[in-house]
Nanobody, 123 residues
């Protein structure tokens, strides 16, 4: 299984970025998918997750109200729209495919991981 994340880069605080993740449709279309991030010197943190139909999104407390997760099963992609970015959002962002069809907020609930894309938010 291959997962490829796109869209990272450098943005000023208050700006927006849109991350996308392409996954094998056969693998991901019946599974929940999610995004995690790892900031320098910190453990990997849950960001957002969505179930196989594109509903019931879950968000980490630090991104609620600013980030939006969505998916397009016809394309095998999951999107993370990030608005009102803050310097503390700086991290490598990873997409992942869940073991189940539901949205999942814990790492052990995921079976496949992408390599990550770097997001840097300047103050």
């Amino acid at each position: 299984v291959q997962l490829q994340a796109f869209g990272g880069g450098l943005v000023q605080a208050g700006g927006s970025l849109r991350l996308s993740c392409a996954a094998s449709r056969r693998t991901s279309s019946n599974n929940g998918m999610g995004w995690f991030r790892r900031a320098p010197g910190k453990e990997r943190e849950f960001v957002a997750s969505i179930d196989w139909r594109g509903g019931t999104p879950l968000y980490g407390d630090s991104v609620k109200g600013r980030f939006t997760i969505s998916r397009d099963n016809s394309k095998g992609t999951v999107i993370l729209q990030m608005d009102s970015l803050k310097p503390e959002d700086t991290a490598v962002y990873y997409c992942a495919v869940a073991r189940s069809s539901t949205a999942v907020a814990v790492e052990r609930g995921y079976q496949y991981w992408g390599q990550g894309t770097l997001v840097t938010v300047s103050s």
